[in-house]
Structures are given as structure tokens and as C-alpha cells.
């Protein structure tokens, strides 16, 4: 028998606020979280790319001396995300092995791992320390969220490039419906604001390359895009059954309706510009949802901000709606953030959530002269969603051909 599934709490660390409060009022207030870059390296290494969406709050400003030493950056982030949301879900008592953690990152502990080899080469083998293995690996996330909150059902990581949060979601949903877990914490997260990732993506023609303008750098569905935005941050949801979540008098943001993951099998980073793989993901995603295409009302849409990512996008979407796709109010909200890789999908997500809980669809910034051959209807200020139950989904992709949606519907 198939469990209602919900969402009960809530958290974020992103390049608009340190809460989820504070990132989603920021949004809906038009905010751009994108900004210079003011570190020593970017002169020291000539980057050309000198911008990125930064957190808003400093890890350093949120967790312990201790806790900073002993976690890479991206750690950092996701405890403070899943703290959050924990505590907005009223800290619920649950034994600790019906609880589990699924956690995503696309490039994990790249500070920790490069620093190290520094180290190694400047200072030799007796200076790298020894929790530079536990820092770096990727699933270091998902095991500071399990030990600080005492999960004992599982402590699972997904690393599935700009994909991978979402992908986590949809594999919270499916351990909780398997019965596996009463609760499950998910999310994703990034810390990957630096000199390796900024010049292999710039190497690539993958960022844009407005200097001269970071705050509307990333112009989704534009005619003049011309790339994604570097991001760092975290989100964190938590999902439990209904019934779990109504004998504890829970609140009850949304419901979790079902998820879709498949594979392009096309190219290492393009995306198929047919868009058939990533339209197999919503379908899939409507499927296990069990809702027809037309009582989709919001999407939060990947929409990098790249001149090939975007039409794939829309190719996809065309051959899932149709002439409902005009009908639908979207959402792309990487304009505000910049891409959290990793982190991306969870964000989103929990944006998507919000949506629904407040019944308004966030706007997209920079967006000033739209592709004419993208007809989509685009928000590009707070708009009101319709009465009655809503359903919306939030789409993620990424390279290798990794493609992950997530529907929800309000309650």
C-alpha cells in the first residue's frame, strides 16, 4: 500500500540568507546573491572568472572553532542546513534506527583534498593531518548530519553532479514508502567556490563571463545567457508518513508526491538537445505521483542559465505538457542563488515546497528579452498561485546525463 509522505521541516544556508526564512523572503524581495569574489587567490591565480553566489552567513558565524577544524566546508554547510530543518520539524523523538539520512554533493571536500596536497608538497607527509580522509571524502556530509543528529537507520550519499539532491529526495521518498525509515533527513550540499572548480568550469565556456556585472550574470531563458553562475550552499527537508508526522501534531508543509531519475546515455556534459531523457524523468515523476500533466501548476526549473541547457530544458518540458506547458507558472530561481551543483536540487526543492506552502511562485530575475523559441510562461515577479490543491515539481541535471524531478502538491 502506497504511505502518504510529507514534508515537516525545513532548512538552508544559501548566497541569499543564512535560514530558510531569510533566503526565501530574499528571493521573493528580487535579491540577487551574486557577488565579487574578494580572496587573494583569484589575483594569484589570474582566474578569469572573479564572481560567485557566496553564502550569505559565514560557516565560521553559525558552528563551533571546533566543529570549522574538524569539517570541510561542505560538511559545515549541511550541518547547519539539517540542524535547521530538524529544528524546524520541532526536533521529533524517533528511535534512532527508524531514522535515516540520504545526502547528496556533486564534488564534496575539494578545499580539504587540495589543501592537503599543499601541504604534502610544501611541508611533507607529517604535516597533512590525519582527518583529512574523513574531511574530504564525499560522503562526509551525510555522516556529520547522521552522527549530530543520531540517524542509525543509514547515512546514504548520492554524487550525481547538478542532479544529485534531487536524485537524494527521490530516494528519501522511496526508503520511507519501502518502510526502511519513519524519518528521513535529505538534502545536498556545496562548498566548491574555488580556484579548481572556477577555472576548469571557465576552461569549459560553461560560467558567464560578465565581470563587469555579477548580480545579473545569470539570465535564464534570455537571449543573451551565456552561462551558469558558480554557488555554494545547503538545504535540508524532512520527510516522514503522514502518519508518523500526524501522531507527533506535526505541521505539515507539503506532500511529497513521487520522483522520477533516469540517464541520457549522450554525453559526458551536453545535455541531449532533444531533451528525451530528461522528459522520461518528469514522466516518471508524474507517474509514481499518480497526476495527469494538467494539474501541474509550478515548476522550479533547472534552468542554468547556459545556451544549451536551457532549450534542452524546454524541449523537455514541451514534450511532457504541451499545450499545457504555456499554463504552468515557472520558476528559475539559479538566477538569485547561481548553481549549487550538488547542492542545487535541494534548494530548489525546498523553494518548490514553499511555493506551495505560501501558495506564491518566486520570481526570476535578469531575465529582460526571453528566447522566442522558449514559450514558457516565465515568473518573473511574486505571483499568487491558484486556490485549492496545487501540484509542482522541481527539475534537476546534470553532467553525465543525470536526470532527477521531484513532485510535491500542497496540503
Same mark, same amino acid.
Given at each position: 500500500?502506497?504511505?502518504?509522505?510529507? /514534508?515537516?521541516?525545513?532548512?538552508?544556508?544559501?548566497? %541569499?540568507?543564512?535560514?530558510?526564512?531569510?533566503?526565501?523572503?530574499?528571493?521573493?524581495?528580487?535579491?540577487?546573491?551574486?557577488?565579487?569574489?574578494?580572496?587573494?587567490? $583569484?589575483?594569484?591565480?589570474?582566474?578569469?572568472?572573479?564572481?560567485?553566489?557566496?553564502?550569505?552567513?559565514?560557516?565560521?558565524?553559525?558552528?563551533? !572553532?571546533?566543529?570549522?577544524?574538524?569539517?570541510?566546508?561542505?560538511?559545515?554547510?549541511?550541518?547547519?542546513?539539517?540542524?535547521?530543518?530538524?529544528?524546524? @520539524?520541532?526536533? &521529533?523523538?524517533?528511535?534512532?534506527?527508524?531514522?535515516?539520512?540520504?545526502?547528496?554533493?556533486?564534488?564534496?571536500?575539494?578545499?580539504?583534498?587540495?589543501?592537503?596536497?599543499?601541504?604534502?608538497?610544501?611541508?611533507?607527509?607529517?604535516?597533512?593531518?590525519?582527518?583529512?580522509? &574523513?574531511?574530504?571524502?564525499?560522503?562526509?556530509?551525510?555522516?556529520?548530519?547522521?552522527?549530530?543528529?543520531?540517524?542509525?537507520?543509514?547515512?546514504?550519499?548520492?554524487?550525481?553532479?547538478?542532479?544529485?539532491?534531487?536524485? #537524494?529526495?527521490?530516494?528519501?521518498?522511496?526508503?520511507?514508502?519501502?518502510?526502511?525509515?519513519?524519518? /528521513?533527513?535529505?538534502?545536498?550540499?556545496?562548498?566548491?567556490?574555488?580556484?579548481?572548480?572556477?577555472?576548469?568550469?571557465?576552461?569549459?565556456?560553461?560560467?558567464?563571463?560578465?565581470?563587469?556585472?555579477? @548580480?545579473?550574470?545569470?539570465?535564464?531563458?534570455?537571449?543573451? !545567457?551565456?552561462?551558469?553562475?558558480?554557488?555554494?550552499?545547503?538545504?535540508?527537508?524532512? %520527510?516522514?508518513?503522514?502518519?508518523?508526522?500526524?501522531?507527533?501534531?506535526?505541521?505539515?508543509?507539503?506532500? /511529497?508526491?513521487?520522483?522520477?531519475?533516469?540517464?541520457?546515455?549522450? =554525453?559526458?556534459?551536453?545535455?541531449?538537445?532533444?531533451?528525451?531523457?530528461?522528459?522520461?524523468?518528469?514522466?516518471?515523476? %508524474? #507517474?509514481?505521483?499518480?497526476?495527469?500533466?494538467?494539474?501541474?501548476?509550478?515548476?522550479?526549473?533547472?534552468?542554468?542559465?547556459?545556451?544549451?541547457?536551457?532549450?534542452?530544458?524546454?524541449?523537455?518540458?514541451?514534450?511532457?505538457?504541451?499545450? =499545457?506547458?504555456?499554463?504552468?507558472? $515557472?520558476?528559475?530561481?539559479? @538566477?538569485?542563488?547561481?548553481?549549487?551543483?550538488?547542492?542545487?536540487?535541494?534548494?530548489?526543492?525546498?523553494?518548490?515546497?514553499?511555493?506551495?506552502?505560501?501558495?506564491? @511562485?518566486?520570481?526570476?530575475?535578469?531575465?529582460?528579452?526571453?528566447?522566442?523559441?522558449?514559450?514558457?510562461?516565465?515568473?518573473?515577479?511574486?505571483?499568487?498561485?491558484?486556490?485549492?490543491?496545487?501540484?509542482?515539481?522541481?527539475? #534537476?541535471?546534470?553532467?553525465?546525463?543525470?536526470?532527477?524531478?521531484?513532485?510535491?502538491? #500542497?496540503?
Amino acid at each position: 500500500m502506497t504511505k502518504k509522505i510529507v /514534508v515537516t521541516g525545513i532548512g538552508a544556508t544559501t548566497p %541569499l540568507g543564512g535560514t530558510l526564512p531569510d533566503s526565501w523572503a530574499a528571493l521573493l524581495a528580487k535579491e540577487s546573491g551574486i557577488s565579487t569574489i574578494e580572496h587573494e587567490w $583569484v589575483a594569484r591565480y589570474e582566474l578569469a572568472i572573479d564572481f560567485a553566489g557566496q553564502v550569505r552567513v559565514p560557516a565560521a558565524e553559525v558552528l563551533t !572553532r571546533q566543529e570549522t577544524k574538524r569539517l570541510d566546508p561542505s560538511s559545515q554547510l549541511a550541518l547547519i542546513a539539517a540542524r535547521e530543518a530538524w529544528a524546524d @520539524a520541532g526536533s &521529533p523523538e524517533v528511535v534512532p534506527e527508524r531514522f535515516l539520512v540520504d545526502w547528496a554533493t556533486g564534488i564534496g571536500g575539494i578545499w580539504t583534498l587540495t589543501d592537503a596536497m599543499d601541504t604534502l608538497r610544501e611541508k611533507g607527509p607529517r604535516r597533512v593531518l590525519p582527518m583529512t580522509v &574523513p574531511m574530504l571524502m564525499p560522503n562526509g556530509p551525510a555522516a556529520a548530519v547522521s552522527m549530530d543528529l543520531g540517524a542509525r537507520a543509514g547515512a546514504r550519499t548520492v554524487v550525481s553532479a547538478c542532479a544529485s539532491s534531487t536524485e #537524494s529526495i527521490v530516494n528519501a521518498y522511496e526508503h520511507l514508502q519501502a518502510g526502511h525509515a519513519d524519518i /528521513v533527513i535529505t538534502g545536498g550540499a556545496e562548498a566548491a567556490i574555488h580556484p579548481l572548480p572556477l577555472a576548469a568550469f571557465a576552461s569549459m565556456h560553461a560560467l558567464s563571463s560578465r565581470i563587469d556585472d555579477p @548580480a545579473t550574470a545569470s539570465r535564464p531563458y534570455d537571449v543573451t !545567457r551565456d552561462g551558469f553562475v558558480l554557488g555554494e550552499g545547503s538545504a535540508a527537508l524532512v %520527510l516522514e508518513t503522514e502518519e508518523h508526522a500526524l501522531a507527533r501534531g506535526a505541521r505539515i508543509y507539503a506532500e /511529497v508526491l513521487g520522483g522520477g531519475v533516469t540517464s541520457d546515455a549522450f =554525453h559526458i556534459t551536453a545535455p541531449d538537445p532533444e531533451g528525451t531523457g530528461a522528459a522520461r524523468a518528469v514522466i516518471e515523476a %508524474l #507517474s509514481a505521483s499518480g497526476v495527469a500533466r494538467e494539474q501541474v501548476v509550478h515548476i522550479n526549473a533547472h534552468a542554468t542559465s547556459t545556451p544549451v541547457g536551457d532549450i534542452a530544458e524546454y524541449h523537455a518540458l514541451k514534450r511532457v505538457f504541451g499545450d =499545457h506547458l504555456p499554463s504552468i507558472a $515557472v520558476s528559475a530561481t539559479k @538566477a538569485s542563488t547561481g548553481h549549487l551543483l550538488g547542492g542545487a536540487g535541494a534548494l530548489e526543492a525546498a523553494f518548490t515546497v514553499m511555493a506551495l506552502h505560501t501558495k506564491t @511562485a518566486p520570481p526570476t530575475i535578469n531575465t529582460t528579452e526571453k528566447d522566442a523559441e522558449i514559450d514558457i510562461d516565465l515568473v518573473t515577479e511574486p505571483r499568487a498561485l491558484p486556490d485549492g490543491e496545487l501540484v509542482a515539481i522541481s527539475t #534537476s541535471f546534470g553532467f553525465g546525463g543525470h536526470n532527477a524531478v521531484i513532485a510535491f502538491r #500542497s496540503v
